[in-house]
């Protein structure tokens, strides 16, 4: 069932998503050379709570961690480590969702550490143009194969393919509501957008071969070919003034710092 949500729900995500977004903003300044995945999410979680939330993430189906950290070849769902060690070239995808008064913010977003491959900053590049490309087809009216299209031709006009097994979906007092968002389809069909809808839009987007595998921890998702990938994510609310990003875009640099 489609969830509309009303203007003061929209407002507690809101609050959720700035939170999601601040953090994930602090944590881009942390990513550099021999700091460990374990300790970015020791971090966020600390800070998630520091704020007034909890993590959403953090037991959720069995999840271990309260951030998704997926490094390299690595496209979502990666777990920290203490004992996983970021090193220079790395590309860093963070993925963070927060609990606030009873409602839910979810965002991610790439780094890479330098020194970066000019295709690594393109990868990104072209990721991150895809999500916005998709937010701008966030209106009443439109339809969720308009904004899966809008990525697809984005991320393959660049060179690069998208992600299918894994979608973004609806967001609201339940952390993965109905509609799914996938990245790849045709304009003009799926479900008509409709105002008070929440969606969490996330290009998935890989630098060779779209196929993806599941290692052996039964979460992390890796490339078939192992050449690297990038994940940016908003939550979006549809309005009749037209979209609506929740979360303050989190800040980000496409060169983590270099130590």
Known sequence: MIICKSKPELEIMQRANQVVAQILGELVERV??????????????????????????????????????????????????????????????????????????????????????????????????????AIEQCRVGKRVGDISHAVQAHVEAAGFSVVREFVGHGIGAVLHEDLQIPNFGRPGVGQRLRAGMVLAIEPMVNMGSHEVEVLEDGWTAVTKDRRPSAHFEHSVAITEEGPWVLGAPPRRMRKAASG
């Open 32 to 133: 550099k050379p021999g700091v460990t995945t374990g300790e970015l999410d020791e971090y966020a979680e600390a800070r998630v709570r520091e704020l007034g939330g909890e993590p959403a993430f953090k037991g959720y189906r069995g999840f271990p961690a309260s951030l998704c950290t997926s490094l390299n070849e690595e496209v979502v769902h990666g777990i920290p480590s203490r004992s996983r060690h970021i090193a220079p070239g790395d590309v860093v995808s963070m993925d963070l969702g927060v609990k606030l008064e009873g409602f839910f913010g979810d965002s991610a977003t790439t780094v890479a550490v330098p020194p970066v491959d000019e295709r690594v900053e393109r990868l990104l590049r072209a990721t991150e143009g895809s999500l916005q490309k």
